[in-house]
Each structure stands twice: as C-alpha cells, then as structure tokens.
C-alpha cells in the first residue's frame, strides 16, 4: 500500500479539515470522543486501508455451499484479515443503541470511507435498529450484533421489482407463532452467506396488493431444527464494491418473526431505508475525502512541464473543486443526520420533524452521490495514466463512488420520494423556515442567489401538473440541495473561520449561478490545500 497510495500510514482525523468543525456544530459530546476518533483515524489510514485494498484485489468474499459430509451450509469464507477487521470494529455500530449519538456512528463511517466494507456494518445496523425499535422480543440477537458475534442483513428487492417494493411477491404463511415465507428470490442480498439474522419483506396472505400490504419480518439463517433456513443459490459478481458478500436468496418456507404491526411494514421499511441513505451519502463523501486527500498529496509530489503540479492554475482549480465538493457535501449530510438524530424515535405516522428529516436525507443521498462521482474522476484524472490502474488506490475510489448514485434509490427514486414528502407531508415547509433566514442573514449576493433559486425551485414545483413535476424534479432535488449546501457553509464560518464564507461563495457561483470558479481563489491556498494538507 506505501508504494499505491500518498495518504497511506497517515491519520485520515487528523488530515481532516472540514468535519471537526461540523461535529462541533450539532455535537456536544465531540469533545469526550476526539481521542477516539483520532485512534480510528489512524486505523482508517493505515491497517484499514490496506486491508480494503487487499480484499478488493486478491480476496473477494467466496461461497461455501457444502460441508464435508455434503451438508448444505451457504456460509460465506473472508479472508482472515477480513473477518478480524469486521469483529474489531462491529463497535462502529454501538453509539446510536447504546445512548450515544448518531453523529458519533456516521463520522467513523465517513473516516473508514471504504463501501464495500462498510456495507457490511450498515445492514447490521440497520438490524439492529428493527429490534431496538420495534422488536425488543430480540434483544438477544441485537446484542450479539453489537459485538461482532452475528452479522445482520436487509434483503427487500426481489428480480421482478428492484426498487419498486410493491411489486414484492414474496408470501407469508402464519403457523402458530411463527410465519412461513415462500416466493420471488430476494436478488440482491448484501451480506449473503455472512448474516445470522436478516430483515426481509413479505406480503400476509389475503393482504391487499401494492407496498401498504408488505409486512416486515426477521428470517434467522437456521431453523429451530438447526437447519438452514433459506438458501444462498450464488454470489454476484460485481463491479465496484467487492468486498462486500452479495448474493440471491431463495426462501422456501423460511422460518420468520413478524416485526410490530403487519400493516405498519411499509413504514418500518421506509423508516430504514433512510438510515441506509444516510450511510450511503457519509459513504460517498468518504471516498470524495479519500480522493481529495490522494490528489493533494499527488500534485505536491509530482512535477510537470518545469514545475510542481501544485504551481499550475488548472491544477489549483481542480483542487478547488475538489475542496468545495468535499466541504459542501459533508455539511448537507451531517446537518440531514442532525435532523434524523433528532427524530428517529419518532414512530408511525410520524411527527413533521421526522418527515423532514427524511426530506433532507433525500437531498443529500443524491447530491453527494454526485459530488463523489465527480471527485473520484476528478482525482483519477490528476494522476494522470497512472489513475486508471488497479494497481493504484484512486481507481478503486471512482470505481466504488459510482455505485453511490444507484444503491439505496437512485436520482430518480430520490426524486419521486422528495415530491412524496413535499405532497403529503408538507415537509418543505420547514425547509424553507430553516434555510431562507440562514441565507438573509449573511447579505451576500451569493447567498441572495441561492435564496432566490430554492424560492424558484419550490413555487414552480407547486405550479406544474403531476407528469411535468415528475419531469423536473430531478434538477429541482439537485437546485434544493445546492441551496442548502451554500447556507450551510456560511453557517460553518461561525465555527471554522472567514474559509467556509469563501467555500460558500465559490460554490454558490459554481452550482447555483452556473459560472466558473472566480480567479480571485487561485492565490488562496488555504482554500484548495487547507494547512492540515500540507505535510
């Protein structure tokens, strides 16, 4: 890893220069927690780092379907770097369940920046999160999980379907206490052959059709006969996130528990589905970091045409960009996992916090999805012939942020579901209560463009008919977020210093003006190399 990466055997904490100052705006614990932090850090930099990097490589998870006696097992083999790296830091998952703050569990996420690892904690969490919520009968399973001493899962979309989850035709029989589901392969089943206890859709019989009539369930690997309870028929081959095991599931009268209500499943799934989208933005901007962080040591390292890369205005631009992206993208998902952190033990139907919190996770899953796709290009692309080699730790980087847009509901799910909430919530409402007064207090034409944008945006929202709404909600989710990320900003020079108001300023011009980068940033190296890079 030395010889493939510049911000190897480095504190990624350390190296930071943006979330220190975001953490302090939403949390007050931080401060007990920054000791821990740097530990991981320098874990995520180093040990964690290589160890991705070799799973990715030369040791993709591999099925084992049969025992010795023949015995069918369905287990998945790690390797054993692999398997210790996931028992050593199960407790990522802790913090949120233990009293702690959601804050706390995403920032390691964010420093660990490795997808295809990090999926397999997300899916566990959200486990974890059913039981703690809505099915404390389990308590036993979720405290193995926090461990490290059972893996959980999310197994929801089914061939027929994919994101549409109301054409689910996965079946639940009741049998006493117990359910039997039976029906479609659950096609794309993260931790496949790993987890112990999986979450999984099913409809009840004689329940009405669509996604109302989806209950949720826990599907343990092994029946109360110590059989297998279901059936991993393979795992995919994949392009991007290798280290995670990925699979088709086949359920053929599985053993199952009903989770709370059946007529409340709908909820309970969507209710998940927005942690996951939390993880996956945090997910994203850890690679776009990552990036950032490869490029800045790269264009200090490597001359060009007579002089330092760094010495270049093109370079410095794309250092830029780079530096906006990566600033703005982890100020809008934080300030959606604040909202979250605030609402999650809100139940069904939900209080208006909740719902807006699910609002601002949708403009952040998909605009940091986007910035991380750009960064991890944009980095491939300053180191040149080399950014294009597996051999080199950027290409892994770009290869993963380009699944980012796609799990979890791509563009046009996020869309879809932001109009839902705007409808039937009314969850702009507090959108706008919230960013006008922030974006009017700083008095800049910058901000007074992106006031005027997400103004724009909403009322014409409200004008269009039902299909020319769907057709320009896309660009309109995209316009909202880039909004929020430019009062944001300003917001975050209260804490971190006249940098962010200039970071604001730039991105405003870039990606609610539409204008290129002002000139004036290509002699303010604090802006596209912060002092915590210069080493």
Not at 173 to 191: I, Q
Not at 427 to 433: G, N, Q
Not at 446 to 469: F, H, N, T
Request: some cysteine; aromatic content about 10%.
């Amino acid at each position: 890893m030395r010889h493939q990466s510049y911000a190897y055997a480095k504190n990624h904490w350390s190296l930071e220069p943006d979330l220190i100052h975001i953490l302090r705006r939403y949390w007050q614990d931080l401060d007990k927690h920054t000791a821990d932090l740097s530990a991981f850090g320098e874990a995520a930099g180093g040990g964690l780092y290589e160890i991705g990097d070799h799973v990715d490589q030369h040791a993709t998870p591999e099925l084992v379907m049969f025992d010795l006696d023949g015995k069918r097992v369905d287990r998945v083999r790690l390797s054993p770097t692999h398997a210790a790296l996931l028992k050593e830091h199960a407790r990522i998952n802790r913090p949120p369940f233990e009293g702690g703050s959601w804050h706390h569990h995403f920032a390691l996420l964010f420093l660990l920046a490795d997808t295809g690892i990090a999926c397999s904690f997300v899916v566990t969490n959200q486990t974890i999160y059913v039981i703690h919520k809505y099915a404390p009968e389990h308590e036993p399973w979720k405290e193995k999980m926090l461990s490290g001493d059972a893996w959980g899962a999310t197994w929801m979309t089914e061939t027929q379907g994919g994101s549409d989850l109301g054409a689910n035709t996965t079946t639940a029989r009741k049998e006493g206490k117990l359910w039997r589901l039976s029906g479609e392969d659950k096609y794309f089943a993260s931790n496949a052959g790993l987890t112990d206890l999986a979450v999984v859709s099913a409809r009840p019989e004689g329940a009405k059709p669509g996604p109302k009539g989806l209950a949720m369930f826990l599907v343990p690997r092994l029946n109360r006969e110590g059989e297998l309870n279901y059936r991993v028929r393979r795992l995919k081959r994949k392009f991007a996130t290798r280290a995670v095991p990925t699979g088709e599931v086949e359920l053929d009268d599985s053993e199952a528990y009903l989770v709370g209500k059946p007529e409340m499943g709908i909820y309970y799934t969507l209710e998940m589905l927005t942690v996951s989208r939390l993880a996956n933005a945090v997910g994203a901007m850890g690679l776009a970091r990552k990036a950032h962080l490869e490029a800045a040591f790269r264009t200090q390292a490597r001359s060009a045409f007579g002089s330092p890369l760094l010495d270049h205005p093109l370079v410095r631009r794309d250092l830029t960009d780079l530096a906006v992206r990566t600033a703005a993208g982890l100020a809008l998902i934080f300030h959606a996992i604040q909202a979250f952190d605030q609402a999650w033990h809100d139940l069904p139907p939900y209080t208006a916090s909740y719902h807006y919190a699910r609002f601002l996770s949708h403009l952040a899953k998909n605009r940091t999805a986007e910035h991380a796709a750009e960064c991890t290009l944009l980095s491939m692309e300053l180191f040149g012939g080399l950014g294009f080699l597996d051999e080199v730790a950027v290409a892994r980087f770009h290869r993963e942020a380009l699944v980012t847009p796609i799990w979890e509901g791509t563009s046009n799910i996020q869309a879809l579901d932001m109009l839902e909430a705007m409808a039937k919530k009314g969850a702009h409402e507090p959108f706008l209560d919230e960013f006008l007064p922030m974006l009017d207090a700083v008095g800049t034409p910058e901000a007074g463009s992106a006031k005027q944008r997400m103004q724009k945006e909403l009322s014409k929202l409200g004008e269009l008919g039902p299909q020319e709404v769907q057709w320009h909600s896309k660009d309109s989710l995209r316009a909202l977020a880039d909004s929020a990320q430019v009062a944001l900003l300003y917001a975050l020079a209260e804490e971190g210093g006249e940098r962010y108001a200039k970071l604001a300023s730039l991105y405003a011009h870039r990606f609610v003006m539409g204008e290129p980068y002002p000139d004036w940033a290509l002699d303010e190296p604090a802006l596209w190399l912060p002092t915590c890079l210069e080493c």
